[in-house]
């Protein structure tokens, strides 16, 4: 195959995958929540484009019963419902498409067994019938944003934490994406959030992410948020970043950082940030709080011409992600 590029998530959908959440260590005591928030959301994507629900087969029944008109349902024994990390990504190149897909170990080894979300990506690449490449690297799609045009960001301390492939330079990461999927600059922020250190470790897609190939959307928070000084710090490195070409990056700042109320009485993030774009609508995650309005205003502006919807995210957020965390787009080729 010859050079390679990773279609932006923006760009044309011929579907959005989404996992169905399996793992009861990690959804009680709010799994019948978490069915009905994965169910919202489905429908949601459902308006505007087919999506493909991969479920373990025994939950078969209940995905078929909940499907929507343009649902579909891939079984695979799934350990549990984060698509975005363990699924394969979908590449471009000279001689066609293909999948690629790197190792998944549950982001350090944190839940067991892992072994079903790290078999899920031969199973997309059959159903849709392309071919497929596996890369001997941890990473997971959450970790990375990509501009579809050769430039990356990510966070250092979640992709160089050695709990995924042992000590790793920049240097070596960067040949690694540069192989696989076209990526001829890394733009590397230091943070992830200080509350998804004890899930991801940091992912890039809950601070920092690409909205279009010269656009890049960033976390901020308040002075009295613990991520204050972190997402800063992120801020600064991305005000002076350039893309592969050498052209300096647009940032557009979210400033308002949700937080839900867990069953535990802790509060855990829910930024907007998180959110999946469908081919017609964005979509993002809400905990029932008084900024979902002047956000809906903001993303309007951002997203001109796509429909601003929002999906509860409350049991989502006490799995530990978002909108974006459970669905991964399928370009179309």
Same mark, same amino acid.
């Given at each position: 195959m010859g050079s390679r590029t990773v279609p932006g998530e923006w760009e044309s959908h011929t579907a959005t995958l989404v996992a169905w959440p399996t793992r009861e260590s990690v959804w009680s005591p709010w799994m019948a929540r978490a069915v009905e928030e994965y169910t919202a959301l489905v429908n949601a994507?459902?308006?505007?484009?087919?999506?493909?629900?991969?479920?373990?087969?025994?939950?078969?029944?209940?995905?078929?019963? &909940? &499907?929507?008109?343009?649902?579909?349902? &891939?079984?695979?024994?799934?350990d549990d419902?984060?698509?975005?990390?363990?699924?394969?990504?979908?590449?471009? #190149?000279?001689?066609?498409?293909?999948?690629?897909?790197?190792?998944?170990?549950?982001?350090?080894?944190?839940?067991?067994?892992?072994?079903?979300?790290?078999?899920?990506?031969?199973?997309?690449?059959?159903?849709?019938?392309?071919?497929?490449?596996?890369?001997?690297?941890? *990473?997971?799609?959450?970790?990375?944003? $990509?501009?579809?045009?050769? $430039?990356?960001?990510v966070v250092e301390e979640c992709v160089l934490n050695p709990n995924r492939n042992g000590p790793v330079t920049r240097q070596e990461f960067e040949a690694v994406v540069r192989r696989s999927l076209g990526i001829r600059h890394v733009i590397w922020v230091p943070y992830g959030l200080l509350e998804d250190l004890a899930n991801t470790d940091g992912h890039v897609d809950n601070v920092a992410v690409f909205i279009?190939? #010269?656009? *890049?959307?960033?976390?901020?928070?308040?002075?009295?948020?613990?991520?204050?000084?972190? *997402?800063?710090?992120? &801020?600064?490195v991305?005000?002076?970043?350039?893309?592969?070409?050498?052209?300096?990056?647009?940032?557009?700042?979210?400033e308002h950082l949700p937080y839900a109320i867990m069953p535990d009485g802790s509060a855990q993030p829910a930024p907007y940030i998180n959110f999946t774009l469908t081919n017609y609508s964005v979509i993002l995650p809400t905990v029932g709080v008084d900024t979902d309005n002047a956000v809906a205003r903001q993303f309007e502006r951002i997203f001109a011409g796509r429909a601003v919807k929002f999906t509860p995210a409350v049991a989502l957020t006490h799995g530990g992600g978002g909108p974006h965390c459970v669905t991964m787009q399928w370009p179309r080729l």
């Open positions: 994507i459902a308006v505007d484009e087919s999506v493909v629900v991969i479920c373990h087969p025994r939950d078969a029944r209940q995905v078929r019963d &909940l &499907l929507p008109r343009n649902g579909h349902m &891939l079984p695979h024994p799934i419902g984060w698509i975005r990390d363990n699924g394969p990504i979908l590449v471009r #190149g000279e001689d066609g498409a293909m999948v690629v897909d790197f190792d998944f170990n549950s982001w350090g080894s944190r839940f067991v067994p892992y072994a079903g979300d790290a078999s899920v990506g031969g199973e997309v690449a059959e159903y849709f019938d392309l071919p497929i490449e596996r890369v001997p690297f941890v *990473l997971e799609g959450g970790a990375i944003s $990509t501009n579809g045009a050769g $430039t990356a960001v279009g190939p #010269g656009k *890049l959307l960033a976390q901020t928070a308040p002075a009295d948020n613990a991520n204050h000084t972190r *997402l800063a710090a992120n &801020l600064e991305l005000a002076n970043s350039r893309l592969a070409g050498g052209e300096a990056v647009e940032v557009q700042v979210v």
